[in-house]
């Protein structure tokens, strides 16, 4: 009343911020934008589908079941879980060239590589190779950490220890005669794995390190013999050990097991009758699982997968339809634009 | 233990002054018990040991009273236990302190501990921070407190203490202009009489200063520090309470006993003004004094959407306990078809049996879905209301500039409320008005003056910018007076007789006071802003007030100065509704000689006018009075006042015998000010469908007056029904015949009489033809606010578009508020600016206090502040939609996310055997509430608008949708899970069928689980932050910025968690080396990030556009029309005031409070030392109630009960006669 000089100590500050006045960009959910992006989203999905579709016809695949369920499978003598050291033949045929590289994968179903449990036994510091861990396994391996002796399991955990140990030969049938086709083991895990996350202790040689430690109940061989053939391939940085580890994700998976990319079958396998043999050791039965073999070749988007395909034809069409409705909507009951 | 119950059994308080040894074994309070007291009920006021002091002091504080005091609740030592103790009690810590406990055990824990430890610690050292802040400030202001100085008697000699060592008992001397120490007995003062005067603001919020009196034998001391020293009365009084109005004890002194009541009572928190000096005795000190007891039990307030989310919380840990009952019941059978198989690669312990397995699997399960109650939930939500309670200080469009004072919002918890309010109870003085009365127009003589009319006889509006007079001629004039017609100074420079004799009665006939501090320097004491308009006008014009005593009255005419006697007083009330000479109009134009019929017209019609601009009108009339008959008359008179029987009737004839044949002299009109923007502010509210109702100390006509200036009652609206009845049945009645004129059709559904109320939970909103306007008295409302009625009394208020309730004691409002509360089920606010709305303040759910005239008591217990009523708008219809929106958007997408996010692992479970694996990586889990997704929705809920500031205003049924609860209900809440669960589905089936059986482009494996889990997680994050971005409505940079940031950082973390360096670091914890790597760089994964992202989207897109073809609500069609409009619209012009062209006026310029009539006649007020002391104190016939508080503050009491119930109905005005002694022409 007196005062009339203003004081404005208290005045707040007028900036965009305070005053709630950015700058902004009020998108609305108009027909102008909605309608027209429904149909571009329809289309560009629709030839996604399409050529995801294609794509994935175009990968040839061969699945074969050995787990020997059937009478007249070749495979199911070995069925049995009091036979030893059983070998069964597979024999199939191929109509046409299967075009390489071709992939060798052996697939397992109902079998929970996904379960907590059984996902956390390993022990990831003995796998990096870490000595220490190899006289005492982390607790997550138990009962896999120790034997009835008390002496340290290497390595530890039931994924190790359930490690897949069924082997192949393939055979190329030719009048008669059977000509092996060589199966490339090497580069079959991922690079990060084998380079980076598994390692060996750096003792030589190998051996040594695995002193005072026992191999995994189920192993016939200690860790650092798993490949005679390469003395390279032992131990930790086994490829078959590091597919084995990448556990899977869903209990019906498939592993890859070998590459064929040499020689004559560098352009994949012609056409012909192959033969199979498998060692059957890897028991599966007793948990209605299956055992499978499968040749694969791949495209740019990975192996064969036509669901991807169906969904985004399925999704680009039902966007396609969608505007149409939206489009009959907007135009019968659109609101109006004055109250 | 045993000080609780010294404390409780503490009927009566004994002490004697200067003599702290005998004070001493009394203990009046006990320290340590408090203190616990303190913590486990969290009293806000504890008794201080302070902990700054040295141990000594500190011992010493212990054995005795003092008068320090603590409001701080910590010291270092204590802080982190209790402060931890606390933060634990709260619900939502306490859950995750459990969900830790179980994630250490083994055989339960399915995610390791740091996704809880991490989310939990960040919180707890938020809130502990915040906490430790505030307790700082409290520390530091009640140093503040406790070391300012006082002088202090001790040994025999003045010494300047410390409050804080002041104990009771002490004799203390206060200075002019000093705060009150402690809860004192007055002893004797350097005015006369024994008096000083208090300011009582910070207490009660009244402005105006009171007066207390020492006892004579006390006020014999003096300042003679001798005597003070000797005194050794004996003080027996009530024990601490916090009722501020009412004290009683005795004093015990030289053998005699001496009662105390209020009077004689320095309460803490007043201020001693234009006293020189006084001497107190320390009665009750610190935590003990009466401002003390008063604070800290403010109810803590919660908002309906807290509510809401209580309820929800608590459904969604019984839907938590479904889910994993399901999970776990999965795991029995899984256990049992396939597990028990399975123990070839994966052996169980010996003894587990499926039921046990399902056991630990629930608990495991529930480790994992816990994030359906995340506890960032109430961290984010905090931080919203923190961040929108920011916004509203940080305003400048509701500061306001002339007092400098910002609007403040006092409570940061309670934001999105504002939103939602239905009823706004509001008082009248100093809220809708500036409780300034300007003395604005007056007729004199038939002839109007001050309208500005320009040289064509065009009326000008009167702005700031008009022209001035210029009251130089005159020395004595106050320099804050303004009047803008200058014929009126010419016609008082020109001698005009009648000009004259209308300011020499405004100067004369009055009871206000003048001081005068420095030569020419007068400042009126007036009890009501009226009468200190009317004197400031005839002051201005040249009949200057000066100064009184009991029987004469002196006043400067024209520079002369003049002394007129005065001859007697005539009481005045509520019956007569006259001063005699001033008075109402209506009232007395029966008066009138007959002479004056003819001017009596004119003046009519001016009366008119005027009252038609809001104006509070009165009429002044004189008459000469014979002499003889006069003596004769006042012989009656003192005869009659002094009658045991029948006194009042007897009074009142012998007035209406003297008040009749009055010559008419002319008209003032008053304008008790709106504030600026009041009636826009009420019509725009009323339009976004708030109803209000005015609750005002006032009486019903001034109330109603104002109503209709406000725009609240308006001359269209088909009735204004008007409740006075002074029984209950007749309230009863009216209240009925109300309803049946708005509802004609329905009279016979009168809720039946009695036990009403105990079936009906929420009363619905019925719609009546037409509008009308409810006015109730205090009277009535009494009867109203009974249990019998308050039904019908709401029904009926809530069926009329406003309600104003007069003469409404602060109880009613509270019960008022209450009632609507309890039945209506609705959101109230109730905004007031003095302390007799503390009550209503406290009990709606909102309380707003207007930082203004009358002190700071109503802005202390609110939870918003702010300067100027017409704030109030923009508080609701700005601040409050947009933060109701902000939440409700927050709350629905945080939801979404969470439960999105949550159900996932639901659906896994059913592939990885029940097994409570999580699909995601534990650092995914952990950072996914507190990093990936944290800003946008901050942001969102920071910045989003659907239209702007000036929109809203445009259109405040947009206002609408928050009253309804639409945004966010247990429905919406539904649908949220609703779409939620579609989500999840795709983010879970979506990948699982792309991936299954797939490889790499190499061959190499893409179908493990490390993959799976993050094609998952970042499917997840690209859906929800997609999501987002279609409930953003309001893009700023910032956004745009946190949502792509967020993304991105997504990016960075996944790659530098799987990143070599990491794992190195600790292999164990960093299993996911190389995942990114592998995986992202497959065209397939990125077409099916794509795809789910899409189809999650889509159908949302869909629903929201047909919909807001379809059905759109308000605001969809105001968002597309405002996308229209492009342009923002000119913000609402500002209306000229609504000139009413009514009859209706109000004749009341006289509070209704007790005036100074009593004190002008006993002379106890006037500084004349000369006046016999005793004769003042001792008041024949009427008790010395002169300054009980009386008025705004009336029967308030801080503990919410009633102390006088009944204020009496009779106006204590005066009459007052004058006979000339220099001037015998008049």
Redesign the interface.
Same mark, same amino acid.
């Given at each position: 009343m007196v005062k009339e000089e203003k004081e404005i100590a208290n005045r707040p500050d007028n900036t965009a911020f305070t005053q709630q006045r950015l700058p902004a960009w009020q998108p609305m959910l108009s027909a102008g934008i909605v309608i027209p992006g429904f149909v571009l989203i329809g289309l560009a999905f629709i030839g996604i589908g399409v050529a995801l579709f294609v794509t994935s016809r175009s990968i040839t695949v061969l699945e074969i079941d050995y787990t020997g369920v059937e009478k007249d499978s070749p495979c199911y003598k070995c069925s049995d879980a009091d036979v030893k050291n059983c070998v069964c033949n597979l024999v199939f045929s191929i109509d046409s060239l299967f075009e390489g590289p071709v992939f060798f994968y052996y697939g397992l179903s109902n079998y929970f590589q996904n379960y907590r449990k059984y996902a956390a036994s390993k022990d990831d510091d003995q796998l990096s190779g870490d000595l220490d861990a190899f006289t005492a396994p982390s607790d997550s391996c138990s009962p896999y950490d120790y034997n009835s002796n008390d002496k340290p399991i290497v390595p530890c955990g039931a994924i190790a220890n359930s490690m897949f140990n069924d082997t192949f030969k393939l055979y190329r049938v030719v009048n008669g005669a059977k000509k092996l086709v060589p199966l490339d083991g090497k580069g079959i895990a991922w690079w990060t794995d084998y380079n980076v996350k598994y390692r060996n202790p750096s003792v030589t040689p190998l051996k040594n390190a695995f002193n005072n430690t026992v191999k995994p109940i189920f192993w016939p061989k200690p860790a650092y013999q798993l490949d005679a053939s390469d003395p390279a391939n032992n131990g930790f940085i086994n490829q078959d050990f590091l597919v084995w580890m990448r556990r899977a994700a869903l209990p019906d998976f498939r592993k890859l097991y070998r590459r064929i990319t040499e020689g004559d079958y560098a352009k994949g396998l012609p056409a012909g009758n192959y033969s199979l043999t498998i060692a059957y050791n890897y028991p599966v039965l007793s948990f209605d699982g299956t055992k499978k073999v499968v040749f694969s070749n791949v495209s740019w988007m990975g192996g064969k997968n036509e669901f991807l395909g169906i969904a985004y034809l399925v999704v680009g069409s039902l966007c396609v339809l969608m505007s149409i409705v939206m489009l009959i909507v907007y135009a019968k009951f659109k609101f109006p634009e004055e109250d | 233990m045993d000080c609780v119950k010294k404390k409780e059994q503490e009927l009566e308080r004994k002490l004697r002054a200067n003599d702290r040894e005998y004070n001493l074994p009394f203990k009046y309070a006990c320290l340590d018990v408090i203190r616990s007291l303190g913590v486990s009920q969290s009293l806000r006021v504890e008794v201080a040991a302070g902990e700054s002091q040295s141990p000594q002091s500190a011992l010493s504080v212990d054995a005795v009273k003092t008068n320090a005091i603590k409001t701080s609740k910590y010291n270092p030592f204590t802080f982190l236990p209790l402060n931890l103790f606390e933060q634990f009690q709260r619900i939502a810590n306490a859950y995750f302190l459990f969900l830790l406990v179980l994630q250490v055990i083994?055989q339960i824990s399915?995610l390791s501990w740091f996704t809880t430890v991490v989310p939990l610690v960040l919180v707890l050292t938020v809130t502990a921070a915040k906490d430790a802040t505030d307790d700082i400030n409290r520390h530091r202001s009640d140093n503040q407190v406790n070391n300012r100085k006082v002088k202090v008697l001790i040994d025999r000699k003045l010494r300047s203490e410390k409050w804080l060592d002041v104990q009771v008992g002490d004799i203390i001397k206060l200075e002019n202009n000093q705060f009150v120490t402690a809860d004192l007995m007055l002893l004797s003062s350097s005015e006369p009489l024994n008096l000083v005067y208090i300011e009582t603001a910070e207490l009660d919020g009244e402005t105006n200063l009171k007066v207390r009196q020492a006892l004579t034998v006390t006020g014999d001391l003096g300042e003679d520090i001798e005597k003070l020293a000797d005194f050794d009365g004996e003080v027996r009084c009530e024990p601490p309470n916090n009722r501020l109005d009412r004290f009683t004890g005795t004093l015990t002194y030289a053998g005699q006993k001496y009662s105390l009541d209020n009077e004689k009572i320095l309460l803490r928190g007043t201020t001693l003004r234009n006293t020189g000096w006084c001497f107190g005795l320390v009665l009750f000190g610190g935590p003990e004094t009466k401002l003390m007891q008063n604070c800290g039990k403010s109810t803590f307030k919660r908002t309906s959407i807290d509510r809401l989310m209580n309820v929800l919380v608590l459904c969604i840990f019984g839907f938590l306990a479904f889910m994993c009952t399901i999970l776990a019941i999965g795991n029995c059978f899984w256990e049992l078809n396939?597990g028990s198989? *399975?123990t070839? *690669?994966?052996?169980r312990?010996d003894g587990n049996d499926a039921g046990f397995s399902a056991f630990l699997t629930f608990w495991?399960y529930v480790i994992i879905l816990n994030t359906v109650v995340p506890i960032s939930l109430y961290v984010s939500v905090e931080i919203i209301r923190l961040g929108n309670s920011f =916004?509203i200080?940080?305003?400048?469009?509701m500061?306001y500039?002339?007092s400098?004072?910002?609007a403040e919002a006092r409570t940061t918890t309670l934001n999105e409320e504002l939103g939602q309010i239905k009823y706004v109870f509001s008082d009248k003085t100093g809220t809708l008005t500036q409780n300034i009365m300007t003395f604005n127009k007056c007729s004199i003589n038939g002839k109007s003056y001050g309208d500005v009319y320009d040289y064509t006889g065009q009326r000008l509006e009167i702005t700031e910018h008009t022209e001035r007079v210029d009251f130089s001629f005159n020395a004595l004039a106050d320099p804050?007076f303004m009047f803008h017609d200058h014929s009126l100074v010419e016609a008082v420079k020109l001698e005009n007789p009648e000009v004259h004799t209308f300011f020499r009665l405004l100067a004369l006939c009055h009871t206000v006071m003048a001081e005068e501090k420095k030569e020419g320097e007068l400042s009126y004491q007036a009890q009501s802003p009226d009468e200190g308009a009317l004197v400031t006008a005839a002051r201005n014009f040249g009949f200057v007030f000066r100064s009184r005593t009991p029987d004469s009255v002196s006043i400067v005419e024209m520079g002369q100065q003049r002394s007129y006697e005065l001859l007697a007083i005539l009481d005045f009330n509520n019956v007569r509704k006259r001063m005699s000479v001033i008075g109402a109009d209506t009232i007395i134009y029966e008066r009138l000689h007959r002479s004056c019929s003819k001017l009596m017209d004119v003046t009519t019609e001016q009366l008119n006018e005027f009252a038609g601009e809001g104006l509070r009108t009165l009429v002044l009339a004189y008459k000469d009075l014979d002499e003889g008959y006069f003596n004769e008359w006042k012989r009656r008179h003192h005869e009659a006042s002094t009658l045991l029987d029948d006194r009042e009737s007897k009074l009142d004839e012998l007035y209406e015998e003297i008040e009749k044949d009055l010559l008419l002299l002319g008209a003032s009109a008053i304008e008790d000010k709106l504030q600026d923007g009041v009636p826009q502010t009420i019509e725009q509210l009323s339009k976004a469908d708030i109803k209000i109702w005015v609750l005002t100390g006032d009486k019903q006509e001034t109330a109603e007056n104002i109503g209709y200036s406000c725009n609240l009652l308006r001359e269209e609206m088909n009735d204004v029904f008007i409740i006075s009845a002074n029984s209950p049945e007749d309230v009863r009645q009216e209240l009925r015949d109300a309803q049946t004129s708005m509802k004609p059709g329905e009279d016979s559904v009168f809720l039946p009489e009695g036990t009403l109320g105990k079936g009906v939970k929420v009363m619905a909103d019925e719609a009546v033809n037409g509008e009308y306007g409810l006015v109730i008295n205090g009277h009535s409302l009494a009867y109203a606010l009974e249990r019998s009625m308050e039904l019908e009394f709401l029904r009926t208020a809530c069926m009329c578009k406003a309600v104003i309730c007069c003469r409404v004691t602060p109880l009613q409002k509270a019960q008022v508020v209450e009632l609507v509360k309890k039945y209506k089920g609705a959101v109230t606010l109730a905004i007031g600016d003095g302390a007799n709305d503390v009550s209503m303040i406290k009990a709606a759910h909102i309380g707003v206090g207007i930082s203004g005239q009358e002190g700071m008591q109503a802005v202390l217990s609110s939870d918003y502040s702010f300067a100027q009523f017409r704030f109030l708008q923009r508080l609701l219809l700005v601040h409050g939609r947009?933060s109701y929106l902000r939440m409700c958007k927050f709350l629905r997408y945080f939801f979404y996310k969470n439960f999105t996010f949550t159900f996932v692992h639901f659906w896994f479970a059913f !592939?990885?055997?029940f097994? @409570?694996?999580t699909v995601y990586d534990e650092w995914f889990i952990t950072l996914y509430n507190l990093v990936y997704t944290a800003l946008p929705v901050l942001g969102m809920s920071l !910045?989003d #608008?659907d239209v702007?500031?000036v929109w809203s205003f445009q259109q405040p049924q947009l206002y609408v949708p928050g009253q309804l609860n639409l945004y966010f209900s247990k429905k919406a809440f539904f649908k949220c899970a609703l779409h939620s669960c579609y989500s999840s589905l795709v983010l879970f089936f979506?990948p =699982? @069928?792309?991936?299954?059986?797939?490889?790499?482009?190499?061959?190499?494996?893409?179908?493990?689980?490390?993959? !799976?889990?993050l094609l998952t997680q970042t499917c997840l994050l690209f859906a929800v932050t997609i999501q987002l971005g279609l409930e953003m409505? =309001?893009?700023? @940079?910032?956004?745009?910025f946190f949502v792509l940031g967020s993304l991105v950082m997504y990016f960075v973390v996944t790659f530098t968690m799987y990143s %070599?360096g990491m !794992?190195f670091m600790s292999?164990?914890a960093f299993?996911f080396?190389?995942t990114a790597?592998?995986s992202l760089n497959?065209? %397939?994964i990125w077409?099916?990030i794509l795809?789910t992202s899409?189809?999650c989207v889509?159908p949302v897109?869909?629903y929201?556009?047909?919909f807001? #073809?379809?059905c759109?609500t308000i605001n969809?069609?105001m968002? *597309?029309?405002?996308?229209?409009a492009k342009a923002t619209p000119a913000p609402l012009p500002r209306r000229t005031r609504i000139r009413r062209t009514s009859s209706r006026r109000s004749g009341y310029a006289f509070s209704h409070a007790q005036g100074y009539g009593d004190l002008v006649t006993s002379g106890r007020f006037l500084r004349r030392p000369a006046l016999s002391r005793s004769s003042g104190l001792t008041n024949a016939g009427r008790t010395t109630t002169g300054f009980s508080p009386m008025g705004r503050s009336a029967g308030y009491s801080p503990t919410g009960r009633l102390q006088n119930a009944k204020v009496p109905d009779v106006e204590v005005a005066s009459l007052q006669m004058y006979r000339t002694i220099t001037d015998p022409s008049l």
């Open positions: - | 083994p399915s396939e198989q *399975f070839v *690669f994966l052996p312990q495991s =916004y200080d940080w305003d400048r469009k500061y500039s002339r400098d004072t910002p804050r947009w !592939f990885c055997g097994s @409570a694996q !910045f #608008q702007n500031d979506i =699982y @069928a792309a991936m299954h059986d797939t490889v790499r482009g190499d061959g190499k494996d893409v179908a493990d689980y490390q993959s !799976f889990a409505s =309001y893009w700023t @940079a910032v956004n745009t %070599n !794992f292999p164990s299993p080396i190389g790597r592998n497959q065209p %397939n077409l099916t795809l899409i189809l889509l897109v869909t929201r556009f047909l807001i #073809q379809l759109p969809d069609k968002m *597309f029309k405002v996308r229209q």
